[in-house]
């Protein structure tokens, strides 16, 4: 188990999941295109954050995808703005979404850029993020989360 998993019971990890939600759409929400990992740091004060982010689609306010990690600065300031072919970029994702007929991955960078809007919670215990994960999917309904199992 990882060392950061405080132990507690599903009860517990589950009261949570409302507090993250709420605080998920209650928190600023920021254009992808200015989110560096730097300027993630800014927004914590601190240099690696555990927690959830949401990516909302700024014309409609939708949130289309949730994600978990254990630094949210680098996940959100660098692994969804890379070009590679990796399973942590959304921009993939966006770019094998038929009706946004998008022509290359810098395309589909763009658009994320372009349309998005980004907001975090810190959720420091590894289970209560993976289960809000999953929690936040289900309740706001994002359209770009697999859960498939490999």
Do not use: C
């Amino acid at each position: 188990m990882p060392k950061e998993v405080a132990a507690m019971n599903w009860e517990e990890i589950y009261r949570q999941l409302p507090g993250i939600l709420n605080a998920l759409t209650a928190s600023p929400r920021y254009p992808v295109r200015n989110l560096t990992e730097a300027e993630v740091g800014k927004i914590f004060g601190e240099r690696e954050t555990p927690g959830l982010y949401v990516f909302w689609l700024a014309k409609t306010g939708k949130a289309d995808y949730v994600g978990r990690t254990k630094n949210i600065q680098r996940q959100v300031g660098s692994q969804h703005r890379l070009l590679a072919n990796t399973l942590t970029s959304l921009t993939v994702t966006l770019l094998r979404d038929p009706p946004l007929k998008l022509n290359g991955q810098r395309a589909a960078r763009e658009y994320l850029f372009d349309n998005y809007e980004a907001s975090f919670v810190k959720v420091p215990d590894f289970l209560v993020r993976a289960a809000a994960e999953l929690y936040v999917h289900i309740q706001l309904g994002t359209k770009y989360n697999s859960f498939d199992e490999r």
